[in-house]
């Protein structure tokens, strides 16, 4: 087996951070947080049905679902997604007894609901809730992947890393002269991400007009402030300052 020393893997390099003499160099961060109305309002529901046998609370699952369906589409454009998560339909046995005898069957459709109209969001979550065997879990508030708030956290990260590295210069008598790397925090390791805050779900006024007199006045949701960071490595070369 020859061997050729050129396919010999040789180790990479990495580039030093420091500069030199001639171009001296600046390694700043660029930080920015934003607290932003939220874009859409996501909320989980529940649906359940129990019967004797199989058959009955599939039947009653099926019902209540299309009627859930019916209601949170009758919201037009103000719901912008809704989604069937999973189906269950579950024996319950006899706690006694030998054999497996079954008591009941336990049925439940899961569903979420996006909304960006939050003034409906209040009297759909109360229907909702109002409907047999029916749960509603949230909201969760959100932005959307590709928010302009976060194009906007992004910007102005970088301006503050291009201002925070010129005060530097400017401390020692001299300017920027050209800039060398930008990178996102992470991007050249993984780094733990700001936590996000918790969803609340608030129970206040009612939106609108009187309720019916059968039906529960709708709440008054208030949307949660959307916290937006962004985050990054910036490095600048300098013209000589004469020290």
Do not use: C
Not at 160 to 180: M, P, S
Request: glycine share 8%; hydrophobic share 35%; net charge negative.
């Amino acid at each position: 087996m020859t061997f050729h020393p050129e396919e010999r893997s040789q180790p990479a390099t990495p580039a030093t951070p420091y500069g030199t003499p001639d171009a001296p160099r600046i390694a700043v961060r660029g930080e920015a947080h934003l607290e932003v109305d939220p874009e859409i309002a996501r909320i989980g529901i529940t649906v359940s049905a129990r019967g004797r046998d199989r058959r009955s609370a599939l039947d009653d699952l099926t019902r209540r679902n299309a009627a859930v369906l019916d209601l949170v589409r009758s919201y037009g454009p103000a719901v912008e997604r809704v989604e069937t998560g999973a189906l269950s339909i579950t024996p319950e046995l006899v706690r006694h007894g030998r054999g497996e005898r079954i008591r009941t069957y336990h049925g439940a459709v899961r569903l979420t609901a996006e909304l960006t109209d939050f003034t409906a969001l209040g009297e759909l979550t109360t229907r909702l809730a109002d409907l047999d065997l029916t749960r509603v879990d949230g909201p969760w508030w959100e932005l959307r992947p590709d928010s302009p708030a976060r194009r906007q956290a992004r910007q102005q990260a970088v301006r503050e890393a291009v201002q925070r590295a010129r005060e530097y210069a400017e401390a020692l008598g001299t300017t920027l002269d050209a800039l060398v790397e930008i990178a996102d925090i992470g991007a050249e390791g993984p780094q733990p991400l700001p936590p996000a805050p918790g969803a609340r779900m608030r129970s206040m006024a009612g939106y609108g007009g009187p309720a019916a007199p059968d039906e529960a006045p709708p709440l008054d949701l208030e949307p949660e402030r959307q916290h937006v960071y962004a985050q990054l490595n910036a490095r600048f070369t300098m013209k000589p300052p004469k020290l």
